[in-house]
């Protein structure tokens, strides 16, 4: 395994996301964790310092453990890991951001041209004489540590690659996991070589491990997963029911803000097919009846993501002797509380979540998707026989087709929803689009308009189509249909669904807009 010491750059996820490319497995740990005792558990066959905020010449400044360096194997320091290295090891680094230290400061685009010998972690570097990289520091290494040679320069940073080629160090200035050094991947996969990974971490591999390790956590305990229906509790179902068979129940909370069929698919993938026990906690009467009324966003998010908990609790009481209780965090969810820049945030809209249960319950976590990026957890997936029409769905929000219901909720308004989003799910699929969408669904209108059928007037619901592309859900621009494309699902979604006279498609982008309408 590779150590990725985090000293809380805003990228180090990217640092994994490469390697893993590259197939090899590391871990991102931050430093206040990573001790002695820490690397002697670990033992890692490479190291990666990530970058960070904070200032090598600050006393206190976050530092590995000395013991890092007599590991005997390679290192990569980035950034502020350079600086790290560079002032551990013997050599000296000037606070440009403490003591205004003259022009040395250096943010955005640069070229790096060859010094010195060739290095082996640039092999494949410099084919056009130059390559660019990302620069984003304050300080800058003033003298390099002894053993230390230069191998790249840039005009404001001497020491844009040094490396102390015996003991296998590498201290680079700049950010090789960003887009903008376009052959950052090309040191990467040099480093990790030079570390003796073969690249043959798949994802075959991490099934077995994940189901071990489930094992030996549970024990003979029984554990309750949620299943949402959505990829990550899915995933991590099957995963566990693979690990320890019917010590797992699932429990399905059926809120009755679903998808049209999305519940019987449901249960009849995890009971029929995968065999899971699973509990159907149908309670959409119970969800609707304490929606009757609401129309203002964050009480709907707050009443549904309170009885959600409620229901889960009530059902899952039922299982007896559950020890623990499985979730579907994935490693972006992980690792964002390592980040320096946790600052207060408005709060635009209340997320559905159950972090509280596990104490609220009494019961331990068993989280196997915990090391897993989206794309591994979808390859994973596959791995594991779930079908890909099921792996690559849209996302879809917890609190369901309440938040594109605006205003007040009522049985027949998300009847006619379910059946416009049929239709319209069912032109992008037939349109071969789905896969270029990140989402993409219907949203009834509380405005009723009037229009001419046949030779009659109708006096019915409008509605907006939303298709979006983004890469994570926190900015998005809208799908560029075709007119022609749009015309046909209008035309479509108005003649097959009683009850909708009216439709247009939102193109708004977020921000400003968001994705969900509420
Ligand atoms: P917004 O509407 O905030 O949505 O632009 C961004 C992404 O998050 C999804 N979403 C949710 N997912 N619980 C979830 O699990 C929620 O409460 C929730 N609200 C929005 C939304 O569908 C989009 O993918």
């Not at 024990?219 to 566990?240: E, M, T």
């Amino acid at each position: 395994r590779l150590l990725i010491i985090d000293f809380g750059s805003q990228v180090t996820q990217l640092i994994a996301r490469r390697l893993r490319e590259l197939n090899v497995f590391c871990e991102i740990h931050p430093y206040q964790k990573v001790t002695d005792a820490f690397l002697a558990e670990f033992r890692p066959r490479a190291v990666i310092f990530s970058g960070g905020p904070d200032s090598v010449v600050r006393e206190g400044s976050p530092r590995p453990p000395k013991t890092v360096y007599e590991l005997g194997v390679p290192i990569l320091g980035i950034c502020y890991g350079q600086q790290v290295m560079m002032q551990d090891l013997g050599g000296q680094v000037d606070g440009g951001k403490i003591s205004g230290g003259g022009g040395t400061a250096e943010f955005g685009r640069a070229f790096v041209t060859p010094a010195g010998e060739p290095l082996s972690i640039l092999q494949g570097w410099f084919a056009e004489g130059k390559e660019q990289v990302w620069m984003s520091h304050g300080d800058h290494v003033s003298k390099i540590a002894p053993g230390f040679e230069v191998f790249g320069t840039s005009p404001n940073a001497p020491y844009a690659v040094t490396a102390d080629v015996e003991r296998h160090f590498y201290a680079v200035q700049f950010h090789p996991e960003v887009h903008h050094t376009p052959n950052g991947k090309m040191l990467y996969e040099n480093f990790v070589r030079a570390a003796g990974f073969k690249g043959d971490w798949t994802m075959g591999a991490y099934r077995e491990e994940a189901i071990a390790k489930i094992r030996e956590q549970v024990g003979d305990k029984k554990v309750i997963c949620g299943l949402s229906g959505g990829v990550d509790s899915s995933v991590a179902a099957v995963l566990i029911h693979e690990a320890i068979g019917d010590q797992l129940t699932c429990v399905f909370v059926d809120h009755g803000l679903l998808r049209q069929n999305e519940a019987d698919e449901v249960v009849t993938m995890f009971r029929d097919h995968y065999n899971i026990p699973l509990i159907h906690a149908d309670e959409s009467r119970l969800f609707l009846s304490n929606l009757e009324g609401v129309s203002d966003p964050e009480t709907k998010r707050k009443i549904i993501g309170k009885l959600f908990i409620d229901v889960f609790q009530k059902y899952a009481n039922e299982i007896d002797g559950a020890e623990f209780l499985a979730q579907g965090t994935l490693y972006p969810d992980v690792i964002e509380s390592v980040s320096f820049s946790g600052g207060p945030s408005v709060t635009i809209k209340s997320h559905h979540n159950v972090g509280g249960l596990p104490e609220k319950m009494g019961l331990k976590l068993v989280e196997p998707l915990r090391e897993l990026f989206k794309d591994e957890v979808r390859a994973l997936g596959r791995e594991l026989g779930l079908p890909d029409s099921f792996i690559g769905r849209h996302p879809f929000p917890g609190p369901g087709l309440a938040i594109r219901c605006p205003g007040e909720i009522t049985g027949e308004k998300l009847e006619i929803l379910r059946k416009a989003d049929a239709v319209y799910i069912d032109q992008i699929r037939k349109h071969g689009l789905y896969d270029e969408i990140w989402q993409a669904f219907v949203a009834i209108l509380p405005v009723r308009t009037v229009g001419v059928m046949g030779d009659g007037r109708t006096y019915d619901y409008a509605c907006a189509l939303r298709a979006v592309t983004s890469v994570d859900g926190m900015t998005a621009d809208y799908y560029p249909f075709t007119h022609e494309f749009l015309g046909e699902t209008a035309t479509r979604i108005i003649n097959e669904v009683q009850g909708i006279n009216r439709c247009t498609y939102d193109i708004t982008s977020k921000p400003p807009g968001t994705i969900e309408w509420e």
